[in-house]
């Protein structure tokens, strides 16, 4: 194990597993490499392992001298990443890895998200296996696949032969805030059919680009733009014009990630680009006055086709009021804590293939009210004619009020540090709830270094900040 972008940096053997975990494909679906290669590190250091059929591990340690017989801990964090790049960006995410780097501040991938989150938890729990010098209790380490899309490993994961109930989760990206509740979700799809036929006429292409994006969970409040939507609305105002054949369209790949583009090309009779730029050009200021998007281009261009296999007008009036009708943001927030979202909705992937498909990722704090947001997606989609799918449901994470872990953290940090760490519940989704179903009296709380712009080309770690959450790690396993 060498790093070779990142020597240099402190702590060395985190960064130096980081970078070698960034060399291996990694993304949601794409686990196993890097799930073979936590199993090659237990054969090589001697840990008994288990990985399931969908490629979760557990990896575990005995205590170190005089801490053998203390009660175990759990170290939990996901293996999979978000794949997002630049579009000029010639890296292919599934079959290469990252081209990392750093400015002495920050470290970054060239043109693709870092994968941080959550890669920096499985480089972190490394390192601690790998040192027999690092005083520890009895650890238990849980890395998941699939956490990005769903939470399916964690959803699947037998942990009945695990002995603690004290678990640290290293999936926060926020120095100095222990989160100790998140919401529970699910991901929901309503598909309309796409009956195509070939229509012939002028094509134009609509293009939307220069979004934010960012995490539908941590990002959702950040008076943000959905291309989807913004798409949605954009070909609603042309149609205003003259009836639409829609024959492509492609917005966002995550259903978790705030789209940041949107393209749709169709067959348009009659419609020339001098009607349509004065509504691009008036929807694009709309768009940059209400939302806190300085850098979005909404434009449309011509197609040198006459035609192709197009929906027909009646379909592609059904899509453009789904894009318009469909929820998507905040939804309420939170009364008992003031400034936490409560209940949100993403709508994070549009695309037309075999049908028209749009993708939601649900959060809330409130079963209830989860509940109610999803019925209303499958009522909606009733509505169009279409038909509706939902997938890896979460629980909410819930608050514990009385807890020794959170207790013990919070004294250690305050020595360490001089302050007080902000103890918080978040709306972004983690996988505390789906664990703690499975590990009755679940003592937890989550952690993690200082990262900015996750899920995005733009992300983010910090350097100092990933040394002084690994200094604290390991002064809370001293303690425990």
Not at 331 to 355: C, F, H, R, W, Y
């Amino acid at each position: 194990m060498q790093a070779v972008k990142l020597a240099g940096l402190n702590p060395a053997a985190v960064f130096g597993y980081f970078e070698e975990i960034c060399s291996i494909p990694h993304g949601s679906r794409n686990t196993k490499p890097i799930s073979d290669y936590l199993v090659s590190f237990a054969v090589e250091h001697g840990l008994r392992y288990i990985q399931d059929e969908v490629n979760n591990v557990i990896l575990f340690q005995e205590g170190t001298c005089g801490m053998e017989d203390h009660p175990a801990v759990i170290l939990q964090g996901h293996m999979d990443m978000v794949c997002e790049k630049d579009a000029d960006c010639p890296i292919n995410m599934g079959t290469e890895g990252l081209d990392v780097t750093h400015d002495e501040e920050f470290i970054f991938a060239k043109g693709t998200t870092l994968g941080a989150d959550n890669g920096i938890a499985v480089a972190y729990a490394l390192a601690l296996l790998s040192d027999k010098t690092i005083p520890h209790p009895p650890l238990e380490v849980i890395i998941t696949v699939d956490e990005e899309i769903g939470m399916l490993g964690a959803d699947a994961i037998d942990l009945s032969m695990l002995k603690s109930r004290t678990l640290i989760n290293l999936d926060s990206e926020d120095e100095g805030i222990f989160t100790v509740s998140c919401a529970g979700g699910a991901t929901a799809t309503i598909s309309l059919p796409a009956d195509r036929r070939a229509v012939y006429g002028p094509c134009i292409r609509l293009s939307v680009e220069g979004l934010q994006g960012g995490h539908s969970g941590a990002e959702i409040h950040k008076n943000r733009a959905n291309a989807n939507k913004v798409m949605g609305e954009f070909m609603s105002r042309i149609q205003k014009l003259m009836p639409l054949c829609l024959t492509s369209f492609t917005g966002g790949s995550k259903d978790n990630a705030i789209p940041r583009s949107c393209q749709a090309t169709m067959v348009a009779m009659g419609i020339n680009l001098e009607r349509i730029n004065p509504i691009a050009e008036e929807l694009q200021a709309e768009i940059r006055e209400k939302y806190d998007e300085p850098e979005v281009v909404i434009q449309a261009f011509d197609v040198d086709a006459l035609g192709g296999n197009s929906l027909s007008t009646e379909d592609t009036s059904k899509v453009i009021g789904l894009l318009c009708a469909a929820p998507n943001g905040i939804q309420a927030m939170s009364e008992d804590m003031p400034g936490l979202v409560q209940t949100s909705l993403n709508l994070g992937i549009a695309k037309l293939g075999s049908n028209f498909s749009i993708t939601f990722s649900v959060r809330s704090s409130v079963n209830d009210e989860k509940q109610t947001l999803l019925k209303q997606l499958e009522d909606m989609a009733a509505l169009f004619g279409g038909s509706y799918s939902q997938m890896g449901a979460y629980p909410a994470w819930e608050y514990k009020k009385d807890s020794t872990l959170r207790d013990t953290m919070v004294r250690i940090y305050s020595e360490m540090f001089g302050a007080e760490p902000q103890v918080l519940a978040i709306h972004a989704g983690l996988e505390c709830g789906l664990l703690g179903e499975k590990l009755p009296g679940l003592d937890c709380v989550s952690i993690g270094p200082q990262m900015y712009d996750i899920h995005t080309s733009r992300e983010r770690l910090d350097i100092a900040s990933t040394e002084r959450t690994w200094n604290f790690l390991l002064e809370i396993l001293k303690n425990l």
